[in-house]
C-alpha cells in the first residue's frame, strides 16, 4: 500500500464522521437482526392490539391517554436492547477490533443511543398514525413535547442500558439486572397501572423513576392537557439523566471481555440516579406532579363519559374544570 | 542512525499472579519484518498488545514510531495497524461494509476498493462476516489493519489455524508489506514463517527472549549440526560412517544412512573419498541445515510445540 494511494481527509471533523458511519453500520445490523424485529417491532405491535382490543371501544380521551402509555413502552424499550447488545460485543471480543481504531467509547456509545432512536421512531409514528385510524383519535396531542419526550427519552433510557452493559460481566448477569429495572419501570411508572390506583408509598417512590416523568408527561402530551412549559420538569430530568447517564458509561466503559469492573465503580450507578433522587425528593416536598396525574385521570374519567367528544384543538377549550391542569 | 521504529526496554507484565513477560527488550529498524518466535504462553501475545497499546505495562519503557501507545491515544492508533490474535466482527456485517467503516474511522485511508481486490475479496464484498472461511476472515482482517495505509503493521500469529494453501497466501501478502518497506512485527510459533518472512527474530521462551538475530545468524551461530541423508549403492557395515571427519553421529535408517556434521564440507569430501577407496558409490544425499527449530532446541532443550 502506497501512501499516494491514501485518501487523506484533512481537517474532517473526525468523531462526527466516526459516530455517524457507526450509527449507520449499526441500523443495518439492526435491521438484519431477527432478535431486534421482534423486541422492537413486533412487541410493541402486540402493545398496539391489546391497546386497540381493550381500549378501541372507549375512544375519545381513554384512547388519546392509553397512545400516552403505549409510546411511553416502547421508548423505555431503548433500555433492554443497547446492554444486551454492547454486552455482547465485548463477550464476543469485537470491541477489541475497534479499540485498535482512533475513536473512544464516546462516538461508539453516541452511535448505539443514536441508532436506537432512529430506529425507534418508524415504530413510534406507526403507533400514533395506527391508534388515530383505529381508535379515531381527533386529537394530534401536542406534537413538540411528543417529539421532545420521545427524543430526550429515548437517549435516556438508551443511555441507562449502557451503563448496565458498562457494570454487568456476563450476558446472564445483565438480562437478568434489565428484567429486575424492566418491571420497576413497566408497573411502577404509570405506564401500564395508573400511578392514581396505587397506595401512596409507591406513587412517592415512583416519583423517584425516571419511567414517571417520561409517562406522565407522554399522557398529559397526547391528551393535549398540558401546555409546553408545564413540562419542563419532565424534559429537563431525562435531559440531565441522559447527560450524566452517557458520561457515567463512557467513564466505566470496558473494551476487553475480561477486564472486570470494580465493585466500587457500580456505586456510579447510583450518580446517574442523582438527577431523579433531586426531582423525586422536590416532587415529594413542594411538587405537584402527583396531582397532575390524578387530575389527568379524572380528566379521562370525565371525558370517558363523553365517547364522542371532539378534538381539543386549543389549550383554551379545555373545560374550566380542568384548567389548572398541568 | 535512525531511532529504532519500535523500541521495547526491560518490559514487565503480569496477570495478578501470572508473570506473563518478564524483561522483555528488543528494537525495531524501519521497513524491517521483526518475528517473536515461540511456543504458545511464552508471552508474545503480551507483548504485541502491549506495544499496540491494548495493555499497559507493569514495568519497562515501550515506544513505536517514537509515541508512548497508551500515552498517545489516537495519534498513535492513526500509524499503526493490527491483526489480533483472534478478530471478531458481528455475524451479519458484510465484507465490504466492515472495510468502508473501518476506513471513516481513520484521518487518512486506502481506496477500499483497491484493498478488496489486493485481498481477493471482491467476490465475497456482499457476504456476511459468518459466512466466512477461516482464510477469508484473516484476509479481511488483513485489509482491515491497512485500511489506513499504517506505518507500523502488528501481526499477532497471522496464520495459526490456516491450511497450508491460505497460509501460503497471506505470506505473499506479507513479502507485499516488506517490499512496501512498512515496518512489521509478527508474533509466530511456525519456523518456516519466522524463516520465510523476517529480517530478525527473537526467540522468546518462558516470558523473556533468549536470544535475537537474523535467521541465518542464529542458526550459524548455534551448534546445531547439519544433517546429511545418503543412500549407497552398496550396505556398509554398522559403524563404517562414524569415523569420518566432523561426523558427530551415524545411524542406518530403512536402508538410508544419516550423519550430523559439525562440519559439511569436510565430511563430504572425506565420505566421496572413502567410498572411492571401498569401490562404492553414492546414489543419493541430501544434506539439511540446522533450522530455527534446532536452535530452539539447542537453548531450551525442548521443541517449540511441545
Not at chain 1, 83 to 88: G, K
Not at chain 1, 131 to 147: K, M
Not at chain 1, 170 to 196: H, K
Request: aromatic share 10%; net charge neutral; hydrophobic share 45%.
Amino acid at each position: 500500500m502506497s501512501a499516494s494511494q491514501a485518501i487523506d481527509r484533512g481537517s474532517r471533523p473526525k468523531y462526527f464522521a466516526a459516530t455517524w458511519s457507526l450509527t449507520k453500520v449499526r441500523m443495518l445490523l439492526a435491521m438484519r437482526n431477527r432478535t431486534f424485529f421482534f423486541f422492537s417491532l413486533m412487541m410493541p405491535m402486540l402493545f398496539l392490539i391489546a391497546l386497540v382490543i381493550f381500549v378501541g371501544r372507549h375512544g375519545g380521551f381513554i384512547s388519546e391517554y392509553a397512545l400516552g402509555d403505549l409510546l411511553t413502552l416502547t421508548v423505555m424499550g431503548s433500555f433492554w436492547g443497547l446492554s444486551v447488545q454492547l454486552v455482547t460485543f465485548r463477550e464476543q471480543g469485537i470491541l477489541r477490533r475497534f479499540r485498535l481504531a482512533p475513536i473512544g467509547a464516546g462516538p461508539l456509545l453516541a452511535s448505539s443511543i443514536l441508532s436506537n432512536y432512529v430506529m425507534t421512531l418508524p415504530t413510534l409514528f406507526v403507533e400514533i398514525l395506527v391508534c388515530r385510524w383505529v381508535l379515531h383519535i381527533q386529537n394530534w396531542g401536542n406534537p413538540w413535547a411528543i417529539f421532545l419526550l420521545i427524543t430526550f427519552g429515548s437517549a435516556a433510557f438508551s443511555a441507562f442500558g449502557l451503563i448496565i452493559a458498562s457494570v454487568t460481566n456476563t450476558m446472564q448477569e445483565t438480562q437478568l439486572i434489565n428484567q429486575l429495572i424492566w418491571l420497576g419501570f413497566l408497573f411502577l411508572s404509570g405506564a401500564t397501572v395508573p400511578l392514581s390506583l396505587m397506595p401512596m408509598w409507591i406513587r412517592r417512590a415512583a416519583l423517584f423513576m425516571p419511567a414517571t416523568y417520561l409517562a406522565a408527561g407522554l399522557q398529559t402530551s397526547t391528551t393535549n392537557t398540558v401546555n409546553f412549559f408545564d413540562l419542563a420538569t419532565d424534559l429537563l430530568g431525562l435531559a440531565v439523566s441522559l447527560w450524566v447517564a452517557f458520561e457515567i458509561s463512557r467513564r466505566l466503559f470496558r473494551w476487553e471481555p475480561e477486564a472486570k469492573v470494580p465493585g466500587r465503580a457500580k456505586l456510579w450507578v447510583i450518580a446517574a440516579m442523582i438527577p431523579f433522587f433531586v426531582f423525586g425528593a422536590y416532587e415529594n416536598l413542594h411538587g405537584h406532579l402527583l396531582d397532575h396525574i390524578d387530575q389527568t385521570l379524572n380528566f379521562h374519567s370525565i371525558a370517558a363519559s363523553q365517547p364522542t367528544r371532539p378534538a381539543l384543538p386549543a389549550q383554551a377549550e379545555i373545560p374550566p374544570q380542568l384548567s389548572n391542569l398541568r | 542512525m535512525a531511532a529504532p521504529v519500535i523500541e521495547v526496554k526491560d518490559l514487565y507484565k503480569s496477570y495478578g499472579p501470572v508473570e506473563a513477560v518478564r524483561g522483555v527488550s528488543f528494537a525495531v529498524e524501519e521497513g524491517e519484518v521483526f518475528g517473536l518466535l515461540g511456543p504458545n504462553g511464552a508471552g508474545k501475545t503480551s507483548t504485541v498488545e502491549i506495544l499496540e497499546g491494548l495493555r499497559t505495562p507493569d514495568r519497562g519503557v515501550v515506544r513505536v514510531c517514537g509515541l508512548d501507545p497508551q500515552e498517545s491515544g489516537d495519534r498513535f492508533k492513526e500509524r499503526i495497524g493490527a491483526i489480533l490474535q483472534q478478530t471478531n466482527l458481528p455475524d451479519k456485517l458484510r465484507v465490504k461494509e466492515a472495510i468502508e467503516l473501518f476506513a471513516d474511522l481513520y484521518q487518512k485511508h486506502a481506496d477500499t476498493d483497491e484493498l478488496l481486490r489486493r485481498f481477493q475479496l471482491v467476490e465475497k464484498s456482499t457476504a456476511f462476516y459468518k459466512n466466512l472461511s477461516g482464510g477469508q476472515k484473516q484476509r479481511l482482517a488483513l485489509a482491515m489493519a491497512l485500511v489506513n495505509d499504517p506505518q507500523v503493521v502488528f501481526l499477532d500469529e497471522p496464520t495459526a489455524g490456516l491450511d497450508p494453501q491460505v497460509r501460503r497466501e497471506i505470506y505473499d501478502i506479507i513479502e507485499d508489506l516488506k517490499r512496501a518497506k512498512k515496518t512489521v512485527l509478527i508474533t509466530t510459533h511456525y519456523i518456516e514463517e519466522a524463516e520465510r518472512l523476517c529480517d530478525r527474530v527473537a526467540i522468546v521462551d518462558s516470558r523473556k527472549v533468549i536470544a535475537d538475530g537474523t535467521p541465518r545468524a542464529l542458526k550459524h551461530n548455534s551448534a546445531g549440526s547439519t544433517r546429511i541423508e545418503l543412500r549407497l549403492a552398496r550396505p556398509l557395515t554398522n559403524g563404517a560412517l562414524a569415523h569420518i571427519d566432523a561426523v558427530m553421529n551415524c545411524r542406518e535408517f530403512d536402508g538410508s544412512y544419516v550423519l550430523h556434521s559439525s562440519r559439511p564440507p569436510a565430511t563430504i569430501v572425506a565420505l566421496v573419498k572413502q567410498l572411492e577407496a571401498e569401490g562404492n558409490e553414492l546414489q543419493s544425499l541430501e544434506m539439511f541445515s540446522p533450522s530455527l527449530e534446532d536452535v530452539f532446541i539447542e537453548l531450551t532443550g525442548r521443541r517449540l510445540r511441545e
